[in-house]
């Protein structure tokens, strides 16, 4: 008997390209993808090189070593006409961060009141918070900004007609806010270290409440024993040191005040710009992640004899958080970068000092519109670092 033999060969399928195959394909594509943008990149430098060599201007950032040699109206930190640009940059990044910070603490508060105000039983504070909304959202920036300052700010009286507040100690004119200053003495010192400490224990004490809570479900008071830390501590390490602050009062002479501080009109109008338009777009986000939790909980939290306010605080808003949270970072990022428009109300920002003045003293606006951007970027990518560490924080715990 023959016993017929099997080419193992033949019934093996034929392998495939290696360019069918989706992983090396994939790899291929990628590299070609990145050769392309290298070659771009390299082109787009090459030709702005050559083209500033032919221009004769000179490349690099030793500038910023060299005297600025003009002024800055209002500066934080300390800078003279005979500051370098680097300090100059400082300034208009000082600035920038200054007025979007507190730019972003009024927008919250007010965007959370008007947000939930929306929601109201009343019509009259339905409506009023309705129309706020409708008409700062849908009015351009720049326009409110330039009614701020143009038809409201510069409108005040001069100096010697100002608007007299608390006691005569606060005037208000075309000039900006002046406010009494206040100079630190000797024990300043451990007054701010009592709200430095105050704050870190408030700190430990509200993560200790929260594992607390979660573990037995009892509930410590948190927000009262951290104000008593952060205001009532300091409160009375201040009056045992005996106030040790002296005040500095304006006062009238000539054709304007003297001593004091002074609050600038341009910083106020971009304040007050940035604030009440990104509050509209938070009281919509607010508004929503109200809306969006279940009208169950509420009804559970009234069986449970829990008062409106009570519950809102309690049981709507810390479940509302989860849904509002991811918006509302790019209203964060929105501000930071609207900022930018103060060069229109004539605040120096960093727009305004390192990417209007500077660039065009120094001619290297490559250099300066380049380290602008990386600046903005860097300040994006931080708030949406935070607030994305936030939200982890509220994210819905399952256990």
């Not at 040191?241 to 002296?246: A, K, S």
Request: hydrophobic fraction near 55%; aromatic fraction near 12%.
């Amino acid at each position: 008997m023959t016993i017929a033999t099997i080419d193992s060969s033949a019934s093996q399928p034929a392998r495939a390209s290696l360019f069918y195959d989706p992983v090396i394909r994939g790899v291929v594509f990628q590299v070609l993808l990145a050769l392309f943008i290298i070659y771009l990149v390299y082109s787009g430098v090459t030709n702005a090189a050559n083209n500033l060599a032919r221009a004769g201007i000179a490349t690099g950032f030793g500038f910023l070593n060299n005297r600025a040699g003009f002024d800055i109206g209002q500066s934080l930190i300390p800078y003279t006409a005979n500051s370098t640009y680097r300090q100059a940059f400082f300034v208009g990044l000082t600035n920038t961060i200054f007025v979007a910070a507190i730019g972003i603490f009024f927008a919250t508060i007010l965007g959370f009141i008007v947000g939930i105000a929306r929601l109201s039983k009343n019509f009259l504070v339905r409506k009023v918070a309705e129309v706020y909304v409708e008409t700062l959202r849908n009015i351009p920036l720049l326009l409110q900004l330039l009614f701020w300052y143009k038809a409201v700010l510069s409108a005040l009286p001069a100096p010697r007609g100002s608007i007299e507040m608390f006691n005569s100690s606060v005037f208000l004119n075309n000039r900006g806010l002046i406010m009494p200053q206040y100079i630190a003495e000797a024990g300043a010192s451990i007054f701010y270290a009592s709200i430095a400490i105050g704050i870190a224990v408030a700190v430990v004490i509200a993560r200790w409440a929260k594992k607390r809570q979660m573990a037995t479900g009892q509930i410590f008071p948190t927000i009262r024993v951290a104000l008593g830390l952060i205001i009532g501590v300091p409160l009375v390490v201040l009056f045992v040191l005996g106030v040790p602050f002296t005040a500095e009062y304006p006062e009238l002479s000539g054709f304007n005040f003297r001593g004091g501080t002074t609050i600038r009109p341009e910083f106020m109008a971009l304040l007050l710009g940035l604030s009440l338009y990104t509050a509209a777009f938070i009281a919509e986000i607010v508004r929503a992640g109200i809306l969006a939790v279940s009208k169950g909980q509420t009804e559970a939290a009234f069986s449970l004899g829990l008062r409106p306010n009570t519950t809102m605080r309690l049981v709507i808003i810390p479940q509302a958080l989860r849904v509002i949270i991811p918006p509302l970072t790019s209203q964060y990022l929105n501000l930071t970068k609207n900022s930018s428009l103060a060069i229109a109300v004539g605040y120096p920002d960093l727009v305004s000092v390192f990417s209007g003045t500077v660039a065009n003293q120094t001619g290297q606006a490559v250099e300066v519109i380049s380290i602008t951007m990386i600046v903005y970027l860097t300040l994006s990518l931080l708030t949406s670092a935070f607030m994305n560490w936030f939200n982890s924080r509220v994210a819905l715990v399952e256990r």
